[in-house]
């Protein structure tokens, strides 16, 4: 399994992005998808989960500023991302926690897209 994310580039304060990380391979089902950042010096942090029954959780310093999706059938993971800010400046990461089988789970993490905002 692969997790392709696209979406990222350059934004000026108070912009807005839409990331998006779509999973190839054979997956028996989805648990959890996620995105995660990782700003220079920094340690990588959550930004927002989904579960497959679409309930969410989500970083306080996102305070209502970025919104979740997925489409299970497309096997995809969304991060609408709006009034951003410098701080947000960071590599984003998509997570998927999949099974094979229904006894077996995995996690897979994209290959990284960078977001910078930046006037």
């Known amino acids: 399994v692969q997790l392709v994310e696209s979406g990222g580039g350059l934004v000026q304060p108070g912009g807005s992005l839409r990331l998006s990380c779509a999973a190839t391979?054979?997956?028996?089902?989805?648990?959890?998808m996620g995105w995660y950042r990782q700003a220079p010096g920094k340690e990588r942090e959550l930004v927002a989960t989904?579960?497959?029954?679409?309930?969410?959780n989500y970083a306080d310093f996102v305070k209502g500023r970025f919104t979740i999706s997925s489409d299970l059938a497309k096997k995809t993971v969304y991060l609408q991302m709006n009034s951003l800010e410098p701080e947000d400046t960071a590599v984003y990461y998509c997570?998927?926690?999949?099974?094979?089988?229904?006894?077996?789970?995995?996690?897979?993490w994209g290959q990284g897209t960078q977001v910078t905002v930046s006037s």
């Open positions: 989904i579960t497959n029954r679409g309930v969410t």
């Open positions: 391979g054979s997956i028996f089902s989805i648990d959890v």
């Open positions: 997570k998927l926690n999949w099974r094979p089988t229904l006894i077996s789970l995995y996690d897979t």
